[in-house]
C-alpha cells in the first residue's frame, strides 16, 4: 500500500543551524501523490506548512522548504537557520490527486536548543 | 481563519464503558475525519464523512462508531472503550484532504 516514511522520531538542533528531516514515499496506487508538510505547536493542532503537487517543485513556508523528487520518491523539509520557535512535530504526508484522505509520517519532533 | 474545535480535550474512561469524542467546525467543509496519533505511527485514519448524514470507515474503524448529524458536527464513539484505544485524537475538516484539511487541537483519552 501506499506509506510515507519518516526516519527520525525525534531531531535536536542549536538555535542557527541548518536542519534536514528526512521523508520518503511509496505511493503505489497513486502515479503522482501531492506532498505536504504539517507541523503541530505544543498545546495546538496540526496546520498545513507546505504542500507540492507537482514533481520538481519546491515549496517554502516560514524559511522551511520542501522539494517533491519523484526519482528519488522523496520530500525532505529543511531549514537553513532554525529557530527555538521552531520547536514542534513535523508530519510529512500524500495524497493521491482525487483521494479521499491523507497518508501520515509518524511525525518528526524537533527541539532546538537555545 | 477555519475553525475545528474538539471536546473535550481530556477524558479518563473505565473499560467497557462507551466514550463519545464531539467535533465542531464553523468552515462550512463537507468533509470531515477522524484520526487517532500512537507513538511510532503516523496518524492513522479511523472514519470520515462526506456530508451530514454520512459516515465511511477509514483504515483502522474497528472498536469505532462515527456519526454526521449535520455539516457541522461529527462525533466519533467508542461503545465499549478497550485500553488499546488510549490515544490522542485528531478531528480534521477539508474541502478536499488534498488541497488542506483543518485540525482540532487533540483530546487525550485514557481508557482505564
Known amino acids: 500500500g501506499d506509506s510515507v516514511t519518516q526516519t527520525e522520531g525525534q531531531v535536536t538542533v542549536s538555535e542557527s543551524k541548518s536542519l534536514i528531516i528526512n521523508c520518503t514515499y511509496s505511493?503505489?496506487?497513486?502515479?503522482?501523490?501531492?506532498l505536504f508538510w504539517y507541523v503541530r505547536y505544543p498545546g495546538e493542532g496540526l496546520q498545513l506548512l507546505l504542500k507540492?503537487?507537482?514533481?520538481?517543485q519546491k515549496g517554502s513556508s516560514r524559511g522551511f522548504e520542501a522539494t517533491y523528487n519523484k526519482e528519488a520518491t522523496s520530500f525532505h523539509l529543511q531549514k537553513a537557520s532554525v529557530q527555538e520557535s521552531d520547536s514542534a512535530v513535523y508530519y510529512c504526508?500524500?495524497?493521491?490527486?482525487?483521494?479521499?484522505?491523507?497518508?501520515f509520517g509518524i511525525g518528526t519532533l524537533l527541539s532546538v536548543k537555545p | 481563519e477555519a475553525a475545528v474545535t474538539q471536546s473535550p480535550r481530556n477524558k479518563v474512561a473505565v473499560t467497557g464503558g462507551k466514550v463519545t469524542l464531539s467535533c465542531n467546525q464553523t468552515?462550512?467543509?463537507?468533509?470531515m475525519y477522524w484520526y487517532r496519533q500512537d507513538t511510532g505511527h503516523g496518524l492513522r485514519l479511523i472514519h470520515y464523512?462526506?456530508?451530514?448524514?454520512?459516515?465511511e470507515k477509514g483504515d483502522i474503524p474497528d472498536g469505532y462508531k462515527a456519526s454526521r448529524p449535520s455539516q457541522e458536527n461529527f462525533s466519533l464513539i467508542l461503545e465499549l472503550a478497550t485500553p488499546s484505544q488510549t490515544s490522542v485524537y485528531f478531528c480534521?475538516?477539508?474541502?478536499?484532504?488534498?488541497?488542506?484539511?483543518?485540525f482540532g487541537h487533540g483530546t487525550k483519552l485514557s481508557v482505564l
Open positions: 480534521a475538516s477539508g474541502d478536499r484532504p488534498n488541497e488542506r484539511l483543518f
Open positions: 505511493a503505489t496506487s497513486i502515479g503522482y501523490p501531492n
Open positions: 507540492v503537487i507537482t514533481a520538481g
Open positions: 504526508a500524500l495524497s493521491g490527486s482525487s483521494g479521499n484522505k491523507l497518508i
Open positions: 468552515n462550512n467543509h463537507n468533509n
Open positions: 464523512s462526506y456530508g451530514a448524514g454520512s459516515t
